[in-house]
Nanobody, 118 residues
Framework: QLVQSGGGLVQAGDSLRLTCVASGSSFNTYRMAWFRQYPGKEREFVATLSRSGSSIYYTESVRGRFTASRDNAKNSMYLQMTDLKSEDTAVYYC?????????????WGQGTQVTVSS
């Protein structure tokens, strides 16, 4: 199970931090990712993290503004979002799996709304 927190309504240029906490004892054996979903659209990847968190891949639109990380000792994963833009408005999900396609992920957080007003 993945439980998310964070998100909310902010203004353009502001920052937000999302947190995802996993239950169980094998968090460090799974690759993880952050996805987001716009209304009426499919989920798209934002960042993928290796098991250790040493390798992270970002979608182009967030590179340099978002920082993903994980703390395996705390079974937690984070998405620090800075310089937020209106186009970042979406529901954000953490997920367990591999690759860039949502279909490759089997466990999802409940989602959290991020709204950026311009």
């Amino acid at each position: 199970q993945l439980v998310q927190s964070g998100g909310g309504l902010v203004q353009a240029g502001d920052s937000l931090r999302l947190t995802c906490v996993a239950s169980g004892s094998s968090f460090n054996t799974y690759r993880m990712a952050w996805f987001r979903q716009y209304p009426g659209k499919e989920r798209e990847f934002v960042a993928t993290l290796s098991r250790s968190g040493s390798s992270i891949y970002y979608t182009e639109s967030v590179r340099g503004r978002f920082t993903a990380s994980r703390d395996n000792a705390k079974n937690s994963m984070y998405l620090q979002m800075t310089d937020l833009k209106s186009e970042d408005t979406a529901v954000y999900y953490c997920a367990r799996g591999n690759g860039l396609e949502a279909a490759n992920y089997d466990i999802w957080g409940q989602g959290t709304q991020v709204t950026v007003s311009s």
